[in-house]
């Protein structure tokens, strides 16, 4: 697993090196933080990145559902549940 690279920078930043920063985001793979009066108040990332980051997010809820539905008894033998598919597959074809 990578570690995604930070960098903080003020406001002003933004405004006038707004080019600059685009570019370390997108060819540094990193997070820029934009603060206002010295606190974090936006993160700029490179499209790709935020991709990246929302496909790991949402494999994680899917994950983090199946374990409640372990843990809470809502599982079924999995050959019920192929040949459930393969009947939901057949109905389709």
């Known amino acids: 697993m990578s ?3 930070e960098t903080i920078r003020p406001s002003a930043d933004l405004r006038n090196h707004y080019s ?3 570019r370390q985001c997108r060819e540094n793979k990193e997070a820029v933080i934009i603060t206002v009066n010295g606190r974090g ?4 990332l490179g499209y790709e990145e935020y991709k990246r980051m ?3 997010i ?3 809820e899917i994950l983090a559902e199946a374990e409640d ?9 999995m ?5 459930d598919l393969r009947q939901i597959l057949k109905g389709k074809l």
């Open 3 to 5: 570690v995604l690279q």
């Open 41 to 44: 108040d936006t993160v700029s």
């Open 54 to 56: 929302k496909s790991r």
């Open 79 to 83: 050959k019920d549940s192929f040949d």
């Open 20 to 22: 600059e920063i685009s």
């Open 69 to 77: 539905d372990v843990n809470n008894g809502r599982v079924a033998p």
């Open 58 to 60: 949402e494999l994680l």
